[in-house]
């Protein structure tokens, strides 16, 4: 887990990082005499300022510098898992209480699945919970048209083929209720294009409704309407290492 540090960082860098306007923009407005640090006005883009301890002032309110965010998104259906998109609402469009720009999903759910999604600017921890060698556990909730069987629970076990190369990682599938329709919790540890839906299909069935649940140590905050956000804990962040 990435810990914020002290960082020197140029001014105008320090305020384009939060979301103030570009460089450009920015570096106008020190000139100008709109920004003070620790209650001076500073003109100098170049000036560093010690992210922890300076007080930076754009316009008479404060900017404080946030090296890392992590919000807790419960995707809709409709909206896609990119930074931008010509057409489509993407889900950091979603996070409106943003600072940084560099704001990322952590993975990618297809367009029509609900539920966790993590949102950072935190890199290295990205990098952890997607390596494949990591095993990280991604939890589904699945509805399926049509029964589910203890023989698809054994196939999934053993590791499906879904047209690749190598067969899919040996999968758990909880049957909650088997009918017409039927629900599901499927435990998978990759994230291949369309994994989940291609393991059913493997099977001769198709999702017809997916939520992820869980994402390693981190679990869906329920009380998360789709399109709703949050921050992580302190206690989720630390526990996602
Ligand atoms: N598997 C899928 O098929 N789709 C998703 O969005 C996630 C996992």
Redesign the pocket.
Known sequence: MAVAVTVRIRLDKYLADMGYGTRSEIKKEIVKGNIRVNGAVERKPETKIDTEKDKVIYNGIPAVYEQYEYYMLNKPAGVVSATFDRKDCTVVDLIEARQRKDLFPVG???KD?EGLLLITNDGELAHRLLSPKKHVD?V?YVKIEGYLTDEDVERLADGIDIGEDRPALPARLVIRKSGTVSEAEITIQE?RF?????MFHALGKE?IY?K?LRMGSLVLDETLKPGQYRKLTEEERNGLC
Do not use: I, P, S
């Open positions: 990618r759910l297809d699945t991604k589904y994230g369309h994994q989940v839906k291609r999702v997916l992820r």
